[in-house]
């Protein structure tokens, strides 16, 4: 497309563009994947993962070929650029490949029915702490995701553009992937101004009269089509990315992640005490209802409806307006803002800064809990099943205490086996073991 756009001109190169971009994406969709419909279960897919890595090779193939040579004097620009495409291409390709934080399933048939009997006991067996799909114990603040097919510890999302639900395990490469993407998209506008800055002012003759753009833009767009229209790209992506840092940056100083908050209006916080009441949004069910054009589904939460449907049946959805039918709110869901205007979303949105968390620490331990994935509360989320009564401070504080004191114990005895009395060294406690509140 973007050789398409250097060669014609551009009442010619803009059309035959796009028609190449809906080609592409017919073969793909309909051919390739053998989709019904050009927006159906592509985010399953590596089709979007595909778009970031393109992108990636030609904005640094526009960087190599034509910025490095010409701007030379920015050198400081060109370090930190480099820089930044180096960690991008890095912490996408972590993003990618590294497990979001699966939860551990039970080994045996024994260990299964023993949840099972205490969950039940309990008064505690129902959706929100047992996954019917895995057949597992859920930790708290996971989910079920429907296209991984796996329960994910300290779930965020599903993002199809890193092909790979974002949890625990790989939130941390996932922001960095996005925080270099956004700082390599804005160094690579400086530079590519900069580009431009040199250049000798052409000569009105030569480029078209009928240009729609200012007379400066169509000068510049004419000496090298193919490098404006990669920059015009790269900074589209700013109008989703910008977002989507600003978001996630938020959220990890209130230590909550996007699926918390676009759920809060629905479910209340979904990191709460295990086995409390419906305020507590545990054994919660919803039903799908259809009033217009919100809707919910039976056990999905508002990601999963976005991205794999609600064919389960028993309602008729009735589509209205302009961009009914039209993939409106597939565009939405593929650039992450549904999650914030979907159904009740906005009033989790709302009540997300006022939402009673055990989990805060404030700012500075937010931060450092998601840098050390739980290690600042002590925790590890794929086996954190209850919220200790004292509070995660003050259970984190007595396991260090008892540790402590484990350690006195064993520095004793070895000291008495050498006077010849017997010491008794205690069994250190590994872990977080989570507080029972039934």
Request: charged share 20%; aromatic share 10%; proline share 3%.
């Amino acid at each position: 497309m973007f050789m398409t756009l250097t060669i014609l001109p551009w009442y010619t190169g803009i059309l035959l563009a796009f028609a190449e971009f809906f080609g592409m994406h017919h073969v793909v969709t309909r051919v390739l994947l053998n989709k019904s419909t050009y927006t159906d279960s592509v985010s399953q897919t590596p089709y979007f993962a595909g778009i970031i890595s393109s992108s990636l090779i030609w904005v640094v193939y526009c960087w190599v070929t034509r910025l490095v040579q010409q701007t030379q004097s920015h050198s400081l620009a060109h370090f930190f650029f480099a820089l930044s495409a180096g960690l991008c291409a890095y912490n996408f390709f972590r993003s990618i490949t590294l497990d979001p934080g699966t939860c551990p399933k039970p080994s045996s048939d024994e260990e299964l029915k023993s949840i099972i009997e205490d969950l039940a006991s309990e008064g505690k067996l129902n959706g929100q702490t047992f996954c019917i799909q895995c057949m597992g114990r859920k930790p708290l603040r996971s989910k079920h995701c429907r296209v991984c097919d796996k329960c994910i510890a300290r779930s965020d999302h599903h993002c199809p553009w890193v092909w790979n639900c974002v949890g625990s395990n790989n939130h941390r490469q996932f922001v960095l992937f996005v925080s270099t993407l956004v700082i390599g998209i804005v160094l690579f506008d400086y530079l590519a101004y900069a580009y431009f800055s040199a250049l000798p002012i052409p000569d009105p003759t030569s480029y078209s009269a009928s240009c729609p753009l200012p007379a400066d833009l169509c000068a510049i767009t004419s000496q090298d089509t193919f490098l404006v229209s990669v920059t015009a790209w790269a900074t589209l992506q700013l109008s989703w990315t910008i977002v989507l840092l600003a978001s996630q940056l938020w959220q990890i100083a209130r230590q909550m992640t996007t699926l918390e908050v676009s759920n809060l209006g629905r479910y209340g916080f979904m990191g709460g005490r295990g086995g409390a009441s419906l305020s507590g949004q545990m054994g919660h069910r919803h039903q799908r209802i259809a009033t217009g054009s919100e809707s919910t589904v039976a056990g999905v939460d508002s990601e999963d409806t976005a991205l794999v449907g609600s064919d389960s049946g028993g309602a008729v959805h009735k589509h209205s307006g302009v961009c009914a039918g039209c993939g409106s709110g597939f565009l939405m869901n593929l650039l992450g803002f549904d999650r914030f205007t979907k159904g009740k979303a906005v009033d989790g949105l709302a009540r997300a800064g006022k939402a009673s968390n055990p989990f805060d620490l404030g700012i500075v331990g937010n931060c450092k809990d998601f840098w050390t994935a739980g290690k600042e509360l002590g925790v590890e989320y794929e086996k954190l099943y209850d919220v200790p009564l004292e509070g995660f401070k003050e259970a984190k504080r007595r396991r260090e205490r008892e540790d402590d004191e484990d350690s006195g114990r064993k520095t004793t005895g070895r000291k008495g086996l050498f006077m010849g009395l017997v010491g008794r060294a205690g069994s250190s406690r590994g872990g977080y073991e989570p507080v029972n509140q039934a």
